[in-house]
C-alpha cells in the first residue's frame, strides 16, 4: 500500500517544482517507507510513497507508459491483475514489470475511463494524461482507500490524507459544519470533509480535470437495487453454497503477494471465518495477531485462543492497557484526521505497529461481513422498531428489547423506560429513510451541548443527516427499513469510520496494508439479492455465513452472538498518563485557544468524568471527541506547513525535469508470473 500526491496547474500552466512535491509526499511516509518517487513536467506532478507489496524491483512509481505520455501514481492492489494483464497481451500490449500498477497504465490505455469497472480490489489513483492534458483521479467501490483534492488559486491539489494537502498550501481551517457531521454521524458526508475548500472524492467516484476546466467527477459504481419481490436469493443450500464459492476466490485473490500475508483473529465469527478460508487454499504457516486488555471487561482472550488452537496458526497477542491508549492517543488521533468519538481505534494502531515488529506487510481482516451479511445490533434493532410500528400498543415489545440486549432492566423500572423512549425515536414514520439511524443520531446530537456559540450559530439549521440522506434518496426509495439501514452502513459508516478511523488509517499508519476478503464487491453485490431472512434469521445475525462455513469453525464460534469491538473510552483519561492527556487538551487555556468548545461545559463534562463518575454513551462519546478534536487542532496549528517546511531533495527521486527525459523501468519480459500465496 501506498501514498500518493499531485499537483496540476490547470490555469497558469506552470511546472510543480519538486521540492513542493516532496514537501507533500514527505508527510505520507508512514504510508509508504519503502521509497519516494516524484515526476514533474509541464502542468503536471506527481508523487509517491511506496510499500512494496508486488514486484518489489520493478514496481516504483510514479510509473509510465513505453511512450511516456500516461504517467501514474497509485495507492492499493488490484487482486486480479494476471487476469487483466493475459487480457491485455492478448490485446497487443507489452509489459515492462510484474507490478499490478503497469496493469493500470495498459487499461486506461485499452478502455479508458472504463478500466476501473474491471477492476477488483482496493485503490485510488491519479493518472496523467498528456496527450489530451487531462488528469483522471478514481477511488474504489466501497472507499476502502482514501482520496482527497482541492483547488487552490490556479491549481488542483490531490493526496490520499489531509495532511499533505496542508503541505500543498491548502486552507487549514476547520469546516464546522463538517465536524458537526462527525459528532452527529460519526464521519463526514462525502465530498465534504473537515477542512474548507477541501473534498473527499466519494467511494465509486471518477474524478476528471482536462486544461483549464472546471474538474467534474462522475460515478460508476453504487449498491445494486435490491431485486423485485419475489426475486430474492432465498434457496438456503444455494445460497450457502455460492457464498462459500465467493469466499473461497477472494481470499485466494488477496493472498496474491510478494511479501508474507497474515491476519487479524479477533475470536469472532468474521476473522475466524476470514483464517478458516485461507487455512483451506494454502498450506502455508499463518501468523494470526489479536488484540488483548488488561481490562477484563473488554477482554476476548480465550475466544481467540481456541480459535488460534484450531486453526493451527502462529498466534500473536497484544496486551492493551490504560496507559498504552493514553499514550498512542495522540498519534492515533493525527493519524485519523478527523476527531474520534471512541478509543476503539487506539488499540489497532497499536496492534499494526506489532505486526509490523514481526516483519509482515499485509493482513487479512474481517471487515465488510457486518455490512453485507446483516450483523450489526442496527439491523436487529431496525427489524424490531419496524414490528413495534406496525403494533404499538404490543406488550411483546419489552420482551424483544430484552432479547435483543439481556442486559437491559425490567420493563417497569425507570431505566426500561429511558431504554424503550430511546429507541422511539421516529417511530412514526417507518417509511423514513433514516428511520433505522434515528436514534443514533439523536444521541450524536448530545454533542452540540458544548460547541462554542459561534460554533453554534454557524451551523444553525444544519440537519448532519439530511445532508447524509439528500442524495441517496433515490436509491433509499426502493429499499425496505432493513436494506436502507446496510446502505446507509455501507456507504457512509463503513467507508468513512470503520475503513477510515479503524482501518486504512491505523494499519498504514505503521506501513501494513490492510486487505478485506468480505468487501469483494462481487460479494457485497450478491448479498444486496440476498433474502433478509437468510441474514437475520429472527435475530440471529449473519446466519447465512455460519451456515456456509458451518464445517470450518469451532462451535464456540459458530454459537458465540456478536460482541461488538470495543476499548475503554473515559476510564482510559481518568487515571495514569490518560489523566495528564485530557488536562492538558481539555484545560480552560486550550479550550480557549482553539476556540471550538465553551470551556464552562466542557469543564463540567471533564470534571465528571476525571471523578471517575459513571457517565452514560452519549457522555462517552462527547468526552472522547472534544478531547480527539482539541489534540487535531492543537497539532495541526503547531506544524509547519507548505514553503517553510525544509526538504531535501535526494531522497527524492525525479523523473520528467528538465534534461532528464522519462525513464521506463527496464524490460524485463511480457510473461505473467503465478502469484505467490495461492
Known sequence: MCGIAGIFDKQNRARPEPEE?????????????????????????????????????GGT?????????????YNGEVYNYLELREELEQAGHRFRTQSDSEVLIHGYEEWGDGFVARLNGNFALGIWDEKRDRLLLARDRLGIRPLYWAEVGSRLLFASELCALLAGGASQDFDLAGLDQVFVTWTTAAPR?????????PPGYLLVAEGASSPRTHRYWDLPDPPEDGAWLGDVDRAA????????DSVKLRLRADVPVGAYLSGGLDSTAAVALVRQVTETELETFSIAFADRDYDERPEQEDAARHLGTRHHVLE????????????AVIRAERPILRTAPVPLFLLSGMVRDHGMKVVLTGEGADEILGGYDIFKETKIRAWWARRPDSTMRPALLRKLYPFAPGSGSRA?????AFYREGIDDPEDPGFSHRPTWKNGLYGRAFYSPSWRREIDGEDPSEALLGPWAAALDKRGPLAR??????KHFLPGYLLASQGDRMSLGHGVEGRYPFLDHRIVEWGTRLDPALKLFGLSEK???RRALADLLPESVLRRPKRPYTAPNIRTFAQGIGLEVAQTYLGDTSLEATGLFDPARVGKLRDRALASRRLGERENMAFVGILSCQILANEWAGRAWGSSAEVDLAEFPVQGVPGDSPKPPENRGSKAFAAKGR
Open 21 to 57: 512535491l516532496a514537501r507533500m509526499i514527505r508527510t505520507l511516509g508512514h504510508r509508504g517507507p519503502d521509497g519516494f518517487g516524484l515526476y514533474t513536467k509541464g502542468p503536471i506532478g506527481l508523487a509517491h510513497a511506496r510499500l512494496s507489496i508486488i514486484d518489489l524491483e
Open 61 to 73: 512509481q510514479p510509473m509510465t507508459n513505453e511512450t511516456g505520455d500516461i504517467w501514474l501514481t
Open 193 to 201: 470533509t473537515i477542512l474548507r475548500g477541501v473534498s473527499e472524492l
Open 241 to 248: 453454497e455460492e457464498l462459500r464459492a465467493l469466499l473461497e
Open 320 to 331: 492493551i492497557t490504560y496507559d498504552s491508549i493514553a499514550e498512542a492517543f495522540s498519534d
Open 416 to 420: 426500561a423506560a429511558f431504554f424503550e
Open 485 to 490: 439501514a446496510e446502505y446507509i452502513e455501507t
Open 543 to 545: 446466519w447465512i455465513l
